[in-house]
């Protein structure tokens, strides 16, 4: 697992760390297994990167990949500049605040995000976590309408959600045009139900790439291998 320090102010992995005293949302579980497990390309986007950390992973694994992380959010983009600015890939991770609606750039190999998920509840009175966990700020609708403006034709959009929105997330996929292309199951004991998944879509039909996973389990080490000290 990752070291950390004074409460989590920062997690140390293998090639980088990643600072977050300024976020919302602290580096956890959902965004190193989707960092570990989606697929990349030469360019890749990060939507709702927070701390950096998946933009950071992807940047690891794709040696040739230019990304960037995109926010919505002031302190988290600041915070996402530095980390990427001390790690060994600051020349290929470039961190922008805007809104995935207003970017425009070339076709983009691969997108990875993982949306906000809060969509009936609540907002929080904290409005730096409203920003980074409700889905007032990116609906699924509009994600998946940017995702499919902005991938090439054989680019591929890759989420992390918990079980309670895979559903809706899915319906959205639909509407717009995408197909499931690979979706990971992720429970946290083998006996109860899958908590999250791992989810990637493309513009085009295929053989499904289904399967399960345990956190802690053999599966979830081989993932994560390359990261956690």
Not at 24 to 46: E, F, N, Q, S
Not at 52 to 58: P, S
Not at 75 to 102: G, H, M, W, Y
Request: net charge neutral; hydrophobic share 40%; proline share 5%.
């Amino acid at each position: 697992m990752p070291r950390f320090k004074m409460a989590n102010d920062y997690f140390r992995f293998k090639q980088f760390t990643v600072s977050q005293a300024r976020c919302a949302m602290k580096v956890g579980t959902d965004g190193t297994l989707l960092g570990a497990w989606a697929r990349g390309g030469c360019r890749v986007l990060d939507i709702g990167t927070g701390t950096g950390l998946i933009a950071l992973m992807m940047a690891q694994r794709f040696p040739s990949a230019q990304v960037l992380g995109i926010d919505i959010d002031p302190d988290a983009v600041l915070q996402a500049k530095a980390n990427a600015a001390s790690s060994p890939f600051a020349e290929r991770v470039s961190i922008e605040q805007t809104d995935v609606k207003c970017l425009f750039a070339q076709p983009l190999d691969a997108i990875v995000c993982n949306p906000p998920y809060f969509v009936d509840s609540l907002e929080c009175p904290d409005s730096q976590r409203t920003l980074a966990r409700h889905a007032a700020t990116l609906s699924y609708a509009d994600l998946m309408a940017n995702a499919w403006r902005l991938l090439t034709d054989d680019g591929e959009l890759s989420v992390v959600i918990p079980f309670d929105c895979k559903a809706r997330l899915e319906t959205e996929a639909v509407i717009q045009g995408f197909f499931k292309v690979r979706e990971w199951a992720v429970k946290t004991t083998p006996h109860k139900m899958p908590r999250r998944y791992l989810l990637s879509f493309g513009k085009h039909a295929g053989e499904l790439d289904r399967g399960e996973g345990v956190i802690g389990s053999q599966w979830y080490n081989e993932l994560t291998k390359d990261f956690y000290l």
